[in-house]
């Protein structure tokens, strides 16, 4: 095994971020000269035609001298995407059983119980065209 294919394999902090058919790693790794670095795993699961499955990866490898300069610009873009979109997540409007949640406090058993009473009394009457009188 080669040294580098041995040093990829080394992790020293790990951690996993599960997110649908995606997942992303978050790996300390060390260099040759014993000084870490960061790569940014994303890992998505694609079905295949015969139910079998793979996976595709893509991989970042962060340094610290580009830290602070790469936080400093993903805050900041996800910052304008929240300010401009909020935080709903739009696409899971797309899915067939997407029911939206809404802020609005329950209605009080009072207040179910006048709507429903309001309800009843309005069905009770039929609409009337005053050319009819």
């Not at 079905?47 to 300069?69: A, C, P, Q, R, V």
């Not at 997540?89 to 009473?117: C, G």
């Given at each position: 095994?080669?040294?580098?294919?041995?040093?990829?394999?080394?992790?020293?902090?790990?951690?996993?971020?599960?997110?649908?058919?995606?997942?992303?790693?978050?790996?300390?790794?060390?260099?040759?000269?014993?000084?870490?670095?960061?790569?940014?795993?994303?890992?998505?699961?694609?079905?295949?035609?015969?139910?079998?499955?793979?996976?595709?990866?893509?991989?970042?490898?962060?340094?610290?001298?580009?830290?602070?300069?790469?936080?400093?610009?993903?805050?900041?873009?996800?910052?304008?995407?929240?300010?401009e979109k909020g935080?709903?997540?739009?696409?899971?409007?797309?899915?067939?059983d997407f029911k939206k949640e809404?802020?609005?406090?329950?209605?009080?058993?009072?207040?179910?119980?006048?709507?429903?009473?309001?309800?009843?009394?309005?069905?009770?009457?039929?609409?009337?065209?005053?050319?009819?009188?």
């Amino acid at each position: 095994m080669h040294n580098n294919e041995m040093m990829e394999k080394e992790e020293i902090y790990s951690k996993v971020l599960r997110a649908g058919r995606r997942t992303y790693f978050f790996d300390v790794r060390s260099t040759k000269a014993g000084d870490y670095y960061l790569t940014i795993t994303e890992s998505k699961k694609f079905t295949n035609d015969d139910g079998s499955f793979h996976y595709k990866k893509h991989k970042i490898y962060l340094y610290k001298e580009d830290f602070s300069e790469f936080n400093s610009i993903l805050q900041e873009m996800t910052d304008y995407v929240i300010a401009e979109k909020g935080d709903e997540v739009i696409s899971d409007r797309h899915q067939k059983d997407f029911k939206k949640e809404y802020d609005a406090p329950a209605p009080t058993t009072s207040q179910t119980t006048e709507e429903t009473n309001s309800e009843a009394a309005e069905s009770r009457f039929t609409d009337i065209d005053f050319d009819d009188i």
